[in-house]
Structures are given as C-alpha cells and as structure tokens.
C-alpha cells in the first residue's frame, strides 16, 4: 500500500481547481489551504483519514513539472456510476480523454475504468472492481 502520491504542478491554481472538482466525485477533500501550502503541496484525503493522500505541488528543483512517459495513478471507486461522474467532471474541468468508461476484460472480468489526462498531461484513471466491495466503505468511494 502507499501513504501517498505527488505529482508535479506548473499553474497551481489551475490544478487545484481541476483536482478539487474530480476527486470531490470519489470523495477526496482538499485539505491544504491555497494560502498555507508547504512544502509537503496540495493535499487531498478522505475525511477523517491520514494516509493515503494525494498531492500537488510545483517542484522543488525549480524545473518545470512534466507528466511522466508511462506513469498513471489510479484512484478507486466505489461503483461504476462513481467511474463515469469521475470521468465527465474530469473532462467538463480541462482534462482530455485517453478512454472513455467501460468494461476492461483484458485486465480482469470486473475491471470497470476510464482514462483522462489532467490539464498538464498526467495520465488518471478512474476504477472499479466489484473486489472493491469487500473493502469497508469508508475506504472507497
């Protein structure tokens, strides 16, 4: 399990809108004011939950963030409908399609998901398994 994933950000304020809306729909909150960000970034989280967190910050080397060639991070839903508001609130917020809701058999029988890239390029995706069912709710969203 990780505690926490960060990716690199070069208009905040744009990012943070994008974030905000997105992961509201799988039930993230931000919980890092836009006046008190640290060096630790923008953080969201569930309510009432520590780890595991999602951040945004610009880099610490002074360099220009950039997406990475092959890398995605995934976030867990709680229902296909969770998939799909995911995917559309993305979009309508400055992301870009990589594929669309639906049924991914070639990953597992239950493997329901869909793809965006965030308004600077990092590739997301939106997931649901019905194994997730066996995690307590307040996990998943």
Not at 11 to 37: E, H, K, P
């Amino acid at each position: 399990m990780f505690s926490h994933v960060m990716i690199g950000a070069n208009d905040l304020g744009r990012m943070v809108a994008f974030y905000d809306a997105v992961l509201a729909r799988i039930g993230l909150d931000r919980t890092t004011s836009l006046q008190s960000v640290s060096p630790a970034g923008v953080i969201w989280q569930k309510d009432r939950q520590r780890w595991p967190q999602f951040a945004l910050r610009a880099p610490l080397n002074g360099k220009p963030a950039s997406a990475g060639n092959g890398v995605q991070v995934s976030f867990m839903c709680s229902s296909p409908e969770a998939v799909d508001a995911a995917w559309r609130t993305a979009l309508a917020n400055g992301g870009s399609d990589e594929g669309g809701p639906g049924d991914r058999p070639i990953y597992s029988d239950d493997f329901y998901a869909a793809y965006v890239r965030d308004p600077e390029g990092n590739k997301l995706c939106f997931l649901y398994c019905a194994a997730f069912s066996d995690i307590p709710p307040s996990e998943t969203a």
